[in-house]
């Protein structure tokens, strides 16, 4: 089974894009922040991150209630999979608990039965080593990485990539909520929205030449990331700088923040304009510099992928 | 191959199958194939760079190299392949191919997952684009390969199918035990590695066929994701340590198949390595990520032969065009078959102590083993 459009295909990514919001026109990516997130220690409070969740989610759907915002996102019934990035361990530069709590609570509230809830990654033990496991996020939250579900037998092409497709993104999810960290990557430049999609196929080692260009882009595009992808909420309570994509407590900071948007490519620019500030700031050099600037930022943007915006004139960042 | 190496050589691929079923079945960890690397050198806060092959892959904590087969742990470097065999089969030496390497006999084929390029045209891409937890296997240690070889009346062992370059350890190891019994190494490989490795290598093994995927930086960088420069380097190196070697091109329509890519093929080869190296120009088929390709025609494949031969290569052979008459060697002096081929199958040796039994022309290779 090669992934190619059909008419039913093409009638699935209409209803995608009318979820994820159109990518023509003008794109929006929120940033919520609460100075105060952690005010009673290290971990981050569950009720801040939950209201942190709400501002952003109503910001980025002009919504009164986060109900209302998340049922622009999803419809009760479907299952949805939350795609963590767990590489980097618990309470590191993972993506937190915390925030896939309040994610499952909200989803749940809005008709997505917590049993029609998975949380994915590339490898179980990965998710495990971030704190997720079965029962962690409730009883019937799942947790599985695809080492354990499994990928297609058949490759899914695009440009530069061809992949095998992970399971729970073909077989078992109906909608993705993609949930990756604001930090740093030592050959990409940064990782973020598009290149937490990297953990949908099964040779992600093979994409990092070039500073990951075209390939992360190419792979967002294969047709089951596209067409599931629905929303991009990027945990940057945490944040890291330099030296990533594993965890240095060096060159991390509190940002105290989350980036929301339905273009993942906006999103993308904006979190490495954060990160090319933090940089400045601590008299780093910049990405461009170190011959690691995310080029393909631009390629997703470009006329033969659409995945967005890259143009700061065509994104409004709404700071709640 | 008579009858019973024949029937030997059919049973062999379901013992596989079975054992590696047993091996999912059990190896949930990568613990019993995880060895440290050879060539690494560590880097500040938990880095690595492999110096394996010419990528020199920069690895952080918890990460892999491009080969998907090697991991940093804690900023040292482990190959997770070592004994861990995805594919086990009993092949004639003709089918690597060898043709001037005991030709006639069995080699013991084995494989891991992985690879250090991505060519889009692999024909093994379901293990050597993978990692190795991706693909059922079976440990089969250094010293059991070897004597798996000998039970199966092979007197080479062939690391091949993938890329042996990403299960280095497990050649050097496996190619020790193999000589310590009688049994030959030889190395099917893309030759993109490093000199060192490389040099070490060749202290190890018998002979080494390596793909050498086309001419130009361009073709490696589109269509391999590699480069050549190290490729060629690597044949030189072979040269230089007195390495059997003989070079495949697959020669695929369109993108590596004109007049002037067989001339420049064959003008290095001839300056570089010399005349005596066998060049063997193959068929390719649409695999992988170049279905939209045909195969190749057998005019463009007596073409490159034809460019090759015209250059003095005195070893130009065809592949995968089973009945031609290009798959036999012939003396270069007084031009009669010396060793005849029908498809993987030899028919007839004319050599006496490595000459040709009609003129005693000295014919290059190692033809008893």
């Known amino acids: ?320 | 191959m008579d009858r019973r190496e024949f029937l030997q050589s059919a049973a062999l691929p379901s013992l596989a199958v079975l054992a590696a079923g047993r091996a999912a079945a059990a190896a949930d960890s990568d613990a019993p194939f995880t060895v440290e690397a050879r060539h690494y050198e560590k880097l500040a806060n938990r880095k690595i760079r492999c110096k394996l092959c010419p990528r020199e892959c920069v690895i952080d904590d918890r990460e892999r190299g491009y080969c998907g087969v090697r991991e940093n742990r804690g900023g040292a470097y482990y190959t997770l392949v070592h004994s861990r065999i995805c594919a086990a089969h009993i092949d004639p030496m003709e089918k690597k191919p060898f043709f001037h390497f005991a030709p006639g006999t069995l080699a013991f084929s084995v494989a891991t997952a992985g690879c250090n390029v991505n060519c889009r045209m692999c024909q093994n891409w379901d293990i050597s684009q993978v990692r190795p937890e991706q693909v059922r296997a079976t440990r089969i240690s250094p010293r059991d390969l070897a004597q798996l070889a000998r039970q199966y009346r092979c007197p080479s062992i062939a690391y091949t199918y993938s890329e042996p370059v990403v299960f280095y350890e497990y050649v050097i190891d496996a190619a020790r035990a193999a000589r310590a019994v009688g049994v030959k190494n030889v190395v099917v490989t893309g030759g993109f590695i490093q000199e060192d490795p490389l040099r070490e290598l060749c202290g190890y093994v018998d002979a080494v066929k390596v793909d050498l995927k086309g001419i130009t930086e361009k073709f490696y960088k589109d269509v391999v994701n590699g480069e050549l420069k190290p490729v060629l380097n690597a044949l030189v190196t072979l040269r230089r340590q007195k390495m059997w070697t003989e070079i495949v091109y697959l020669v695929i329509p369109t993108l590596n198949d004109s007049d002037q890519e067989f001339r420049d093929l064959a003008r290095w080869v001839r300056s570089e390595l010399g005349t005596d190296v066998p060049l063997h120009f193959s068929r390719f088929h649409p695999e992988y990520l170049l279905k939209n390709l045909p195969v190749t025609p057998l005019a463009t494949l007596e073409r490159a032969k034809a460019a090759a031969d015209a250059e003095g290569l005195h070893y130009v052979y065809l592949g995968n065009v089973p009945g031609h008459p290009a798959e036999s060697t012939y003396c270069p002096k007084c031009r009669r078959v010396v060793v005849e081929r029908a498809g993987l199958t030899v028919q007839s040796i004319h050599l006496r102590k490595g000459k040709c039994q009609y003129c005693g022309q000295s014919i290059p290779g190692i033809w008893e083993v």
């Not at chain 1, 749940?108 to 949380?119: E, H, M, N, R, T």
């Not at chain 1, 948007?261 to 008299?283: F, H, M, N, T």
């Not at chain 1, 910049?286 to 631009?298: C, F, G, H, V």
Request: aromatic residues 6%.
């Open chain 1, 1 to 320: 089974m090669r992934f190619t459009l059909n008419r039913r295909d093409l009638l699935k990514a209409s209803l995608g894009a009318f979820w994820a919001g159109p990518v023509e026109g003008r794109s929006r990516v929120v940033i919520s922040r609460d100075s105060a997130l952690r005010a009673a220690g290290a971990t981050p409070d569950e009720k801040r991150v939950l209201n942190l969740l709400d501002r952003a989610l109503q910001a980025c759907f002009d919504s009164d209630t986060p109900v209302d915002a998340w049922k622009q996102v999803v419809r009760p019934g479907e299952t949805v999979g939350l795609k963590v990035n767990g590489l980097a361990g618990r309470g590191t530069a993972s993506t937190s608990v915390r925030l896939v709590e309040a994610v499952c609570e909200r989803l749940q509230q809005a008709g997505v039965p917590a049993k029609q809830i998975v949380v994915w990654d590339r490898l179980t033990s990965d998710l495990e080593s971030a704190g997720f496991h079965d029962g962690s996020l409730g009883a019937r939250v799942r947790c599985i990485g695809n080492d354990e579900a499994g990928y297609e037998d058949e490759l899914a092409v695009f440009g530069r990539a061809g992949s095998l497709m992970s399971r729970t993104l073909t077989r078992t999810c109906d909608a993705v909520i993609n949930l990756p960290v604001l930090k740093d990557h030592g050959i990409a430049g940064v990782t973020m929205a598009l290149k937490n999609l990297f953990g949908a196929i099964h040779n992600p080692n093979k994409y990092h030449g070039n500073v990951g260009d075209p390939y992360v882009a190419d792979v967002y595009m294969l047709p089951p990331i596209r067409q599931k992808v629905r929303l991009t909420i990027c945990d940057a309570m945490t944040a890291q700088y330099e030296g990533g994509p594993s965890y240095m407590p060096q060159w991390s900071w509190p940002f105290n923040g989350l980036l929301v948007s339905r273009d993942p490519v906006a999103l993308d620019y904006i979190g490495w304009q954060i990160i090319e500030k933090k940089r400045a700031e601590k008299g780093l050099p910049s990405l461009r510099a170190l011959q690691r600037e995310p080029t393909w930022i631009a390629t997703a943007a470009d006329a033969r992928h659409r995945l967005g915006a890259n143009d700061p004139k065509r994104i409004d960042r709404v700071e709640v």
